[in-house]
T-cell receptor
Framework: ETGVTQSPTHLIKTRGQQVTLRCSSQSGHNTVSWYQQALGQGPQFIFQYYREEENGRGNFPPRFSGLQFPNYSSELNVNALELDDSALYLC?????????????FGPGTRLTVT | SQQGEEDPQALSIQEGENATMNCSYKTSINNLQWYRQNSGRGLVHLILIRSNEREKHSGRLRVTLDTSKKSSSLLITASRAADTASYFCATVAGGYQKVTFGIGTKLQVIP
């Protein structure tokens, strides 16, 4: 157990809808990163938040947005869902103050878009 | 985009044998990490090797890094059925420590 939790575990949405996924970071961590993992692929970096500000973004459109709260928990919001958004969404918390930048992953939220 | 490429993509061995997985990457890195993932769930951090290190051990794991060839290998010795999982290498680079994963090696250890 890493101490990182995600909710919900599974989610089924319809194309065009909006979804919010949640992540609670490990205690003492101030950075959260979100990843999308399609079936049979490695995780793809969506974005990272450090002390409530976006601090880096991968190759994802603006309809993917996020928030980080003062307690360092985080949300991933996806608007106008598309079928290709079906994937496992992983969040990872870390402490940017540590040079090693080891990340602790949550169990993921599996999103299915129909 | 994926930076790392793991090789092989799938590996099946008998319990007790050693398993070797390789990872190649394209850009300069700060460090390289190996993760394990069971059945499409969350990733578990296994080991980290910094760009100025060449070899690192942790229990039955041995990781090497060759920055001149931009490659790394993960060796699992005396494999067990419980080692069956997907293994990913991840490179960490840049000012904000962007982590980029490879496509993974699916390891099956047959009892």
């Amino acid at each position: 157990e890493t101490g990182v939790t995600q909710s919900p575990t599974h989610l089924i949405k319809t194309r065009g809808q909006q979804v919010t996924l949640r992540c609670s970071s490990q205690s003492g961590h101030n950075t959260v990163s979100w990843y999308q993992q399609a079936l049979g692929q490695g995780p793809q970096f969506i974005f990272q938040y450090y002390r409530e500000e976006e601090n880096g973004r991968g190759n994802f459109p603006p309809r993917f947005s996020g928030l980080q709260f003062p307690n360092y928990s985080s949300e991933l919001n996806v608007n106008a869902l598309e079928l290709d958004d079906s994937a496992l969404y992983l969040c990872a918390s870390s402490s940017r103050d540590r040079a090693s930048y080891e990340q602790y992953f949550g169990p993921g939220t599996r999103l299915t878009v129909t | 985009s994926q930076q790392g490429e793991e090789d092989p993509q799938a590996l099946s061995i008998q319990e007790g044998e050693n398993a070797t997985m390789n990872c190649s990457y394209k850009t300069s890195i700060n460090n390289l990490q190996w993760y394990r993932q069971n059945s499409g769930r969350g990733l578990v951090h296994l080991i980290l090797i910094r760009s100025n290190e060449r070899e690192k051990h942790s229990g039955r794991l041995r990781v090497t890094l060759d920055t001149s060839k931009k490659s790394s290998s993960l060796l699992i010795t005396a494999s067990r059925a419980a080692d069956t999982a997907s293994y990913f290498c991840a490179t960490v680079a840049g000012g904000y420590q962007k982590v980029t994963f490879g496509i993974g090696t699916k390891l099956q250890v047959i009892p």
